[in-house]
């Protein structure tokens, strides 16, 4: 694929941009492969991508019902960030954060990552005890945070009211190497990498059956007809209990409503993302101007793809406190994805009772962030049919050996 330069922009500049090429091809399914992979969202993408690069393993196609980046890859609110409690999450998280500081030059395509910062507040004694735990944490595994006195947070958010009626702001934990990437150019750059390494990119085919004989993974069945494959993930994030039931197992997940809005575009007012978890709503400004504004998820399982009145009224309600100067402006957008979240708040990558089946799901409120990370971790244990040093502690034999990785502080507003 031609590369993207300076020189192939300048020089389709004088060609009338006629030059460009489709960034992925449209492929038809062909009757085997040698690796199936479920879901075109970014954990799925990625996972293909690192099949390819770190393994050489092509004969690989992503089925995707929908359209590719359309879940929650296309509809989160894009916080990187690795502060995490456990080491095993710590491990994982920073991986992809580091994964994501040369992933435009990886992929040749900008993904817009902007390590503006992340400040997680803390608005009650409880929490303020927790950040210290988590800064500890994150010193002892060489993860980059420090814990801020109000003052110091004022002066990194000078629009925030730091004397808030209910929730003072006691303190914060700032991560400075955190920040944000642009979601959509994520899920197309590694569209686009996977599409030129010979993977095939299958949208609009839904995976309808799961065939296997004498316990092992023998082909799906899609609504664009069988193929056989001898290893298949499923990467479907909220429906993943619904791919699992198909392949006749249970997943210890919840699918639940997770919803954002963005407010009409502005001038420049905030510089890096901030996380006000005792209210639950978090913020930060895109590139366009507009603030990206989130909350908690809804308190009930589903798996409609929208928003509602209510929700964000609450989520609004909670960060005006903190932040009256936004208490005026106008709400552009709101919409919503579905989440898969595990009682201890963090993801399953693993196999499972069927032999050459493997999952990746459970990222919930906060996967953007890990997708370089996850699908690093993910290929090699496909590859060697076994989960290496990265995804080992996220199996699912966690849930039945009460092995939890407890990332309910962490997850944070679950971001
Ligand atoms: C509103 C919101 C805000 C968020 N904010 C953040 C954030 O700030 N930071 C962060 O780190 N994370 C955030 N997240 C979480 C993050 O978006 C997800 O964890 C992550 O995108 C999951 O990626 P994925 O590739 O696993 O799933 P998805 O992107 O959902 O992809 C799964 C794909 O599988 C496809 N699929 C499903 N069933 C089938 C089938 N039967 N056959 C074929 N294909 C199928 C779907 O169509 C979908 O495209 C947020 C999520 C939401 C909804």
Redesign the pocket.
Known sequence: MKKYSVFSIAKEAFNGDQGWEKAWKKNEPKAEYDVLI?????????TAYYLAKNYNITNVAI???????????????????SNYLQESSIGIYEKARSLYESMSQDLNFNIMFSPRGVLMLCQTEHELRAMKRTEQANRLYKVDTKMVTPDEVKEIVPIININGPRFPVLGGLWQPRGG?AR?DAV?WGLARKCSSLGIDIIEQ????GVKSSQGKISGLD??RGPIKAKKVC???????S??AN?AGFRLPIESV????LVSEPIKPMIDC?VMANTVHG?LSQSDKGEL?I?GGTDGYNCYS?RGSFSHVEETVRALVETFPVISRLKQLRQ??????VTGDRS?IISKTPIGGLYI??G?????????PG?GWATAEMIKEDNPGSLAAPFSLDRFVEGRLIDESVAAAV??
């Open positions: 479920v879901g075109a969202g970014g954990h799925g993408l990625a089925l995707e019902k929908g359209w590719l980046g359309g879940g929650n890859t296309g509809r989160n609110t894009t916080i990187i960030r944000t979601h899920a085919c839904e995976v309808t899609t609504s499923f990467v479907v994030a909220g429906h993943s619904v791919l198909l409503p997770l919803q954002a993302v978090y990206v989130g793809q919409w919503g994805g579905i989440a898969d993801p990746n799901c990222w919930g409120t906060g996967g953007f962030k890990a997708i996850s679950a971001h």
